[in-house]
C-alpha cells in the first residue's frame, strides 16, 4: 500500500503554481525547454534580447496557463541589462521559482581565426549564467522560499570533439565554446554546494547532438556516426529532463550535470 503521506509521482513533477524564467526561449532547444515548463503548470516568463520577440514566443506557450505567460528584455552580455530583465520578470510575476539559463550569443571562429576578444566575449555568456543566478538566488532567500536554477552546459564541456566530424565541411567546434561550457560546468558545482543551504538548488543539462535545421548535413551525418544510439537528438527529448531538474521530483540533485547526449560520452 502506498504511503499517502508522501507525493506520487504525478505530484514531484507538477509545477502548477510556480513561475519559471527562461533565457534564449525561442531558439532551437530553448523553445522545447520552454514549453516543457508550460505543459508542466509552470507560468513561463520568457526572456530574450528583443522585447517583441520574447512576446511571440510568451503568446505560443500552451499548458495551464496558456495566454498567461510572460515576457521581459534581457540581454545576458549585458549586465544592466540583467538586472532590469530580472527586476521586470519580479514586476510582472510578483515571484520566480524556477531560473533555466538558456541563452547563448554564438561564436562562429573556431582555433584557427578566433581573436583574444572573441574568445573573451564567448566566455561572457558564463558571467551572465552567473549574474543572473545571483539575482534569482537572492529573491528565493528574500522570499523564505526553495528555488531551482538550471544552467544549460553541452556534452562538448566534458569531451572533446571529433576534428573529422567538421573537417572540410565547416569550421572546427569553437574551442571558446569549449572552454565556456566546461566552465559552466563547474560553476554549477560550486554554486550547488554555497547555496544548498539556501535551499537553492543548482544543477547542470548538458545536451549533446541537437543539431538545429541549418547544420550542414554532411557535418550531420559524421556526428550521428559516432552516436551509440545512432541518431541525433531531437529537441523534444530535453522536455523530461528540464522538467525533472525544474520540479520537486529531483529536489535531492544538488551539483548535478545531467547529461542527455544519446551515449555519446559513455564511448
Not at 527562461?22 to 520552454?34: D, F, K, P, Q, V
Not at 547542470?204 to 537528438?233: D, Y
Amino acid at each position: 500500500m502506498s504511503d499517502p503521506t508522501t507525493p506520487s509521482v504525478q505530484q514531484l513533477f507538477d509545477l502548477t503554481g510556480r513561475t519559471a524564467l527562461i533565457t534564449g526561449a525561442s531558439g532551437h532547444l530553448g523553445s522545447a525547454l520552454a514549453q516543457a515548463l508550460a505543459e508542466a503548470g509552470a507560468r513561463v516568463v520568457v526572456a530574450s534580447r528583443l522585447l517583441e520577440t520574447a512576446r511571440a514566443t510568451a503568446d505560443a506557450l500552451g499548458g495551464a496557463q496558456r495566454g498567461g505567460h510572460l515576457a521581459v528584455a534581457l540581454d545576458q552580455m549585458d549586465e544592466a541589462s540583467i538586472e532590469r530583465g530580472f527586476a521586470e520578470a519580479i514586476r510582472q510575476a510578483g515571484r520566480l521559482d524556477v531560473l533555466v539559463n538558456n541563452g547563448h550569443e554564438q561564436l562562429g571562429a573556431d582555433w584557427r581565426s578566433v581573436t583574444g576578444a572573441q574568445f573573451t566575449r564567448q566566455l561572457a555568456n558564463a558571467s551572465g549564467y552567473f549574474l543572473l543566478a545571483r539575482w534569482m538566488r537572492d529573491h528565493a532567500v528574500s522570499q523564505g522560499a526553495p528555488a531551482s536554477i538550471i544552467m544549460l552546459g553541452s556534452m562538448y564541456g566534458i569531451v572533446a570533439s571529433y576534428p573529422d566530424a567538421y573537417e572540410g565541411v565547416c569550421s572546427a567546434s569553437p574551442a571558446a565554446y569549449h572552454a565556456l561550457k566546461g566552465g559552466i560546468i563547474q560553476l554549477t558545482r560550486h554554486l550547488a554546494v554555497y547555496w544548498a543551504k539556501d535551499r537553492v538548488r543548482v544543477n547542470c543539462l548538458s545536451p549533446g547532438p541537437f543539431p538545429g535545421a541549418s547544420a550542414p548535413a554532411e557535418m550531420v551525418a559524421r556526428l550521428q556516426a559516432r552516436v551509440p544510439i545512432a541518431r541525433l537528438g531531437q529537441a523534444h527529448e530535453l522536455k523530461g529532463a528540464v522538467v525533472f531538474l525544474a520540479s520537486d521530483a529531483s529536489s535531492y540533485v544538488i551539483g548535478q550535470n545531467l547529461v542527455v547526449d544519446g551515449g555519446w560520452t559513455a564511448w
